[in-house]
């Protein structure tokens, strides 16, 4: 199978008045289709600025970014970006907030406004869609931040700690939340984190990267024997604390 | 999914009955307000009064001071010789015009200095440099340069809402969140759409607040203008009051004054609660109280 990402030698280094700091050093994978893989790495290894080459937000010095197969030039259509923090605009309603991508797009008309409704009714935010953020908990606020990345249907999601604002009872919520829609909605996903455990509860593979500048560690296929594949059953497979205890070692964290 | 569930019923509970204890919370507010308000009337109230008695009473001399009664009478007077709503619309025009041309070229050219860094760079020495220069200096220069009339006027109040509103929308534009901005970046979208669906809306209460710093330069730089210049206004009615000493004039025009600013003043509080309801800021504000 084509894979869907593929990653090529992609090295960053940024330029400061006090000289030139490496962020990323000769970085390959490939990711196929309807997989999610997960980059862990210890704070500073430049795993957030490689999610932002991938989506094209920043070009690497060197190197390349292939999805399907064509070289990523400038932001693409074809990812789609969670940060953080669901950053909905406090000025805009729900629905006029999971609309902003296809507006920014110029694609907003009658069908994809259509789809954005649908999403709201699927995931239970329909009731919500003439309140302001501020109304909504937290976890309701990244699924409607989720809606927005997926209503102008990207192909391949890009998760850049996108739990990490959460309090760790929300954020289990959420991550299995969203880990679910993304399953449902079969996209590819790579998500930028710093919690291991949720690296291996979520993924089918993980990417470590090593100290800055950030070089390719090891790659781990998680398997994991537990009856249904949702994160928190998978917290409970025997395997689970072997792929903790392998990649704990391998980011090497002194403090 | 229980969460939406239970946020909904939350909702729904804010908008039923309100409970016996929830009432008389509501009623103390009530009564609270009540007692500030009337405290403030008896204090305008006893202040006037006092005036009057003291005038009247031949304990302070009227002629420096003015008294009430004097000031209605010269109001009356004003009026009946067709020049008060002429006096009091020159200055008001005047301070409207400059209060927009201050409000609109201040957003633009804040604007003009986000998009361009360099350009921003540039400037910003003359922008402390203005910033701090006494600008009413200035009002001869604009006289000889303009000429006298209600065009140095305006020009004069310009020059002293101009920097401020500059400063202050730029300073909101500077505290808007990356990540917004990268978001936007992240769906293809331009340094334009950056603007208009990010900058502006969330800068809006750096905007309102320069506006509203703006309503006082505004007056400030109207009557500076109507004292280097005119021949009408209430500037022109406090100075020439001064001159003749005709202190009753003064007093009614600072008068009169007080109540124009602060009428322009609720103008600009409502403009901000008319456009925060409609992009549903509202609720905050009452959460708040």
């Known amino acids: 199978m084509k894979p869907v990402v593929e990653v090529r030698g992609v090295a960053m280094t940024y330029q400061s008045p006090n000289g030139e700091i490496q962020a990323l050093d000769n970085i390959d994978f490939a990711v196929s289709e309807g997989e999610f893989v997960s980059i862990v790495g210890p704070s500073g290894c430049g795993k957030s600025t490689l999610l932002s080459i991938i989506s094209g937000l920043l070009s690497p010095t060197s190197g390349e970014v292939l999805l399907y197969g064509e070289r990523n030039a400038g932001s693409s259509k074809k990812t789609g970006y969670m940060l953080q923090k669901d950053h909905l605009f406090e000025w805009r309603t729900i629905l006029q907030n999971v609309l902003l991508g296809v507006e920014i797009q110029k694609a907003l008309n009658p069908e994809t406004k259509e789809k954005a409704i649908n999403y709201l009714k699927t995931y239970g935010l329909y009731e919500f869609r003439n309140k302001y953020p501020e109304q909504l908990s937290g976890g309701m606020r990244q699924r409607a931040a989720l809606i927005r990345t997926l209503v102008p249907n990207p192909q391949i999601l890009l998760l850049d700690e996108a739990f990490s604002a959460l309090d760790y009872q929300t954020r289990l919520a959420v991550s299995e939340d969203i880990y679910d829609i993304i399953r449902k909605e079969k996209k590819t996903a790579i998500l930028v984190t710093h919690d291991i455990s949720e690296a291996i509860s979520m993924s089918d593979r993980i990417v470590v990267l090593s100290h800055r500048p950030g070089r390719l560690k090891r790659i781990h296929n998680i398997k994991l024997s537990c009856t249904s594949r949702t994160p928190i059953n998978c917290r409970e497979a025997p395997e689970f604390r072997y792929y903790f205890q392998e990649i704990w070692r391998e980011l090497d964290i002194h403090v | 999914m229980s969460e939406p569930a239970a946020a909904m019923s ?51 001399d009227p002629f420096i001071t003015s008294q009430p009664s004097r000031i209605i009478r010269t109001i009356g007077v004003l009026y009946n010789e067709g020049a008060l709503f002429q006096h009091i619309g020159v200055t008001c025009l005047e301070t409207i015009i400059g209060f927009l041309l201050g409000t609109v070229s201040g957003v633009l050219c804040a604007i003009a200095l986000w998009w361009s860094k360099f350009l921003s760079e540039v400037s910003e020495p003359y922008l402390v440099v203005l910033n701090s220069l006494p600008k009413i200096a200035l009002g001869p220069v604009f006289i000889v340069w303009i000429g006298a009339g209600p065009v140095a006027i305006i020009v004069m109040t310009l020059a002293i809402s101009l920097i401020v509103t500059i400063l202050e929308v730029l300073n909101g534009f500077m505290g808007v969140d990356q990540q917004k901005i990268k978001l936007v970046h992240s769906f293809g979208g331009t340094k334009y759409q950056v603007l208009t669906k990010v900058l502006l809306p969330a800068s809006f209460p750096s905007i309102i607040n320069a506006l509203k710093v703006n309503v006082g330069l505004s007056w400030v730089g109207v009557i500076v203008g109507e004292f280097l210049v005119s021949r009408a206004g209430l500037g022109y009615l406090i100075v020439y009051g001064g001159q003749v000493f005709r202190l009753d004039l003064v007093m009614t025009s600072v008068v009169i004054l007080g109540i124009a600013a602060m009428v322009m003043y609720q103008g600009v509080v409502w403009f901000e609660s008319f456009v925060l309801r409609k992009n549903g800021h509202a609720q905050r504000e009452e959460k708040d109280w």
């Open chain 2, 10 to 60: 939350a909702v729904n509970s804010q908008l039923s009955e309100i409970s016996p204890a929830h009432a008389q919370y509501l009623n103390m507010l009530k009564r609270k307000k009540i007692t500030v308000r009337a405290t403030q009337f008896i204090i305008l109230f006893l202040c006037v009064a006092l005036w009057e008695i003291l005038a009247r009473a031949a304990i302070i």
